[in-house]
Each structure stands twice: as structure tokens, then as C-alpha cells.
């Protein structure tokens, strides 16, 4: 089983740039499509972008489109989220998600799919 770990979150002002990374381990990342989800309080946890095996092809949820970029380095098992013009509406705990489906199949899973592998989270906060 992959394991994952986010790192990147913090404080931001709304308008500002966040880069989150997740770092996977006990398996090759190559073997999973990879995913971004978050949760803010009182909230379900909800797709945020999704990135096939190699990188070819993203999935955005229409909220963060033309704003984050996705991204992935196989050889250093990483996984990105580049975050650009934040809105206070972003605020939530970021999860990074590994699975064997596909990039397209992980842009319609709910948060709790079991199909889904998770990281810890990382809290981002966008002040107004």
C-alpha cells in the first residue's frame, strides 16, 4: 500500500500563491493516478484535480480551473499542487490521494471512496 505525505500548506492572503507537495512511499507513484481533494469545515471533502500515471492529462473541479496546476515528478515520487490567485473559499485541509483507477474516474469519486488512498492533509488558509 502507498503511503502518502503532504506538505506545503500555511497562511496565505487571498490573491496570494501556495505550492502544495505529497511524497509517496512503499510503492512507485507511477502506479497510481494521483489527486488533490479538501475539506473545509462543516463541508464533505470534494475533488479538487486529478493527474493520469504519467502526466499527460489533468482533471480539474470547475472551482479551481485556470487557478491550480497539478502536476507530478514520477522520478522523485512527488506530487504537486500549484495554487495561484487564492480566494478565502480555498481554506480547507488539502488531502492528496493515490489509486489504481483512472484520472477520470478519481474527478468523480466522493471523499470517501474506498478506492482512494490518503495522505494526512495540510491546512491551507486564505485570509481576506
Known amino acids: 500500500q502507498v503511503q502518502l505525505v503532504e506538505s506545503g500548506g500555511g497562511l496565505v492572503q487571498a490573491g496570494g500563491s501556495l505550492r502544495l507537495s505529497c511524497t509517496a512511499s512503499?510503492?512507485?507513484?507511477?502506479?497510481?493516478?494521483m489527486g488533490w481533494f479538501r475539506q473545509a469545515p462543516g463541508k464533505e471533502r470534494e475533488f479538487v484535480g486529478a493527474i493520469t500515471r504519467l502526466g499527460s492529462i489533468r482533471h480539474y473541479a470547475d472551482a479551481v480551473k485556470d487557478r491550480f496546476t497539478i502536476s507530478r515528478d514520477n522520478a522523485k515520487n512527488t506530487v504537486y499542487l500549484q495554487m495561484n490567485s487564492l480566494k478565502p473559499e480555498d481554506t480547507a485541509e488539502y488531502y492528496c490521494?493515490?489509486?489504481?483507477?483512472?484520472?477520470?474516474?478519481?474527478?468523480?469519486?466522493?471523499?470517501?471512496?474506498?478506492?482512494?488512498?490518503w495522505g494526512q492533509g495540510t491546512q491551507v488558509t486564505v485570509s481576506s
Open positions: 512503499g510503492r512507485t507513484l507511477s502506479n497510481y493516478a
Open positions: 490521494a493515490a489509486s489504481i483507477t483512472s484520472a477520470q474516474t478519481m474527478a468523480i469519486m466522493s471523499g470517501t471512496d474506498e478506492r482512494l488512498y
